[in-house]
């Protein structure tokens, strides 16, 4: 009994051995063989940038431009709200240094008063010298009335006599329309120099009622409704002590906050795949548990380097087609633009392709077969097979053990024509594509 429990027991751990060698060396290979099944179903070429939030629509908040009609080239920023501040149409924004405006405003209101007392003066002196030409010419009608009285009364005396009385009236009646004309003359002589100062009057009249309104303008107030996002002005964003020129017054922008945009930049190499009216599916890095979707508005024609980064990128706009008080400027987003989109078509991943001679495609099925296949269109992760497999199957991903020396099962459809179809329209070329393949298997296992 003994002995045969000793064979019994030596015979249960040859058994064990030889199951945990068995099992042991078949986990080791199926842990280096790595499958995936073939896939039907909706394919999407997606381009996945990050973007910065802005509004659609902003109003732009002026300080007061007129300002520079009164030799003032700069202002000073006084007091301001904060940036970010919701406000209504009517609020406080910044109030604006009035000093230099001030002291302007003075030496035009000295310079008022001095002209108008030349007014009155000019008046005063008008008035005088018109009155002495009015008194002149009549004077010079009563010598006339009295030089045609001594003639008619010498009418019998010596013809001398009447002869002289004859020039004396006629040179009296010249002096009249001499006085007449001098008169006409001078009224407008001073008809002009009133006109003069008159004008200069009104000038500085209205220079002083200009620097008054545009004082009042000094204190900025917010044009609509709408948050407070003050601009960046030589390279810092405006706050309170900065300088303003004239000539570009923006304070600040009011964004309206109901529309915004994604501004993000897409590489040289995905850019011919972006067009207007895409869908685009967006994430906010700040709302990770909410989704939104966009459009493709606006796609930049000329390529920008941004900084630290060799690469070209170009602008591209996209539209949030949702609504929601929680999104701000400023805001990173997540942007996945849909490049293009197939239905009901099978997709392998990318790994499960391989290459031979430059021109065949194929892949290792499960069943020990070395299967040529077509590609079509490919993203960052698999590539849509349009002949040579079917739904359900499935590939390795790697090269099996058993495949290093098969042979390819070629398709007959292809036959003759392969390097003809070496690219898709909207895919990536197959011959780019079987040597990124071929560096792939150079490192697979």
């Not at 030349?118 to 009015?134: A, F, G, M, P």
């Not at 007449?180 to 009249?205: C, N, S």
């Not at 690219?423 to 070329?429: A, H, I, K, L, T």
Request: aromatic share 6%.
């Amino acid at each position: 009994m003994k002995k045969n429990l000793i064979y019994v027991a030596i015979g249960s751990i040859v058994v064990i051995g030889a199951l945990y060698f068995f099992f042991a060396s078949g986990s080791a290979g199926v842990e280096n063989d790595i499958l995936a099944t073939v896939n039907k179903g909706e394919f999407r070429v997606e381009i996945t940038t990050s973007g910065e939030l802005e509004a659609l629509r902003s109003v732009q908040v002026f300080g007061p431009a007129e300002a520079r009609r009164f030799r003032i080239g700069n202002f000073t920023i006084d007091k301001m709200v904060d940036e970010g501040t919701l406000v209504e149409k009517g609020d406080f924004i910044c109030s604006i240094d009035k000093t230099e405006l001030f002291g302007r405003l003075e030496d035009s209101r000295l310079d008022l008063e001095q002209t108008k007392a030349q007014y009155e003066q000019i008046q005063l002196d008008t008035s005088l010298n018109l009155r002495v030409e009015r008194d002149n010419i009549l004077n010079q009608e009563y010598i006339v009335q009295e030089q045609e009285l001594i003639l008619e009364q010498s009418q019998f005396e010596p013809p001398a006599i009447i002869k002289q009385n004859e020039y004396n009236l006629e040179k009296a009646r010249r002096e009249l329309d001499q006085a007449r004309e001098r008169y006409r003359i001078k009224t407008l002589q001073e008809k002009a120099r009133m006109m003069e100062i008159a004008a200069d009057l009104r000038e500085d009249q209205l220079e002083v009622r200009q620097m008054e309104e545009v004082l009042d303008k000094f204190v900025v107030t917010a044009p609509q409704d709408g948050m407070v996002i003050y601009v960046d002005y030589r390279g810092s964003k405006v706050k309170e002590g900065s300088q303003i020129s004239t000539w570009n017054p923006v304070v600040a922008t009011l964004p309206d906050l109901s529309t915004m945009q994604s501004i993000t930049y897409v590489n040289e190499v995905d850019i011919r795949r972006v067009k207007v009216g895409q869908r685009v599916e967006l994430g906010m890095d700040a709302f990770p548990d909410k989704n939104y979707t966009g459009e493709v508005t606006k796609v930049a024609n000329v390529g920008q380097q941004r900084p630290n980064s060799d690469a070209k990128v170009f602008e591209v706009m996209v539209v949030v087609n949702e609504s929601d008080p929680m999104l701000r400027p400023s805001m990173t987003s997540s942007n996945s633009i849909i490049a293009d989109q197939l239905n009901d078509v099978i997709y392998v991943p990318l790994e499960a392709v391989n290459v031979e001679n430059d021109s065949i495609n194929y892949v290792y099925l499960r069943n020990g077969v070395k299967q040529e296949v077509l590609l079509g269109m490919t993203n960052n992760n698999d590539v849509v097979i349009e002949k040579g497999l079917s739904e359900g199957e499935y590939v390795y991903l790697n090269t099996p053990n058993w495949g290093e020396n098969l042979t390819v099962n070629l398709l007959e459809e292809l036959n003759g024509k392969r390097n003809l179809d070496s690219s898709q329209e909207e895919g990536e070329p197959i011959a780019e594509f079987s040597s990124l393949s071929r560096n792939k298997n150079t490192t697979s296992p």
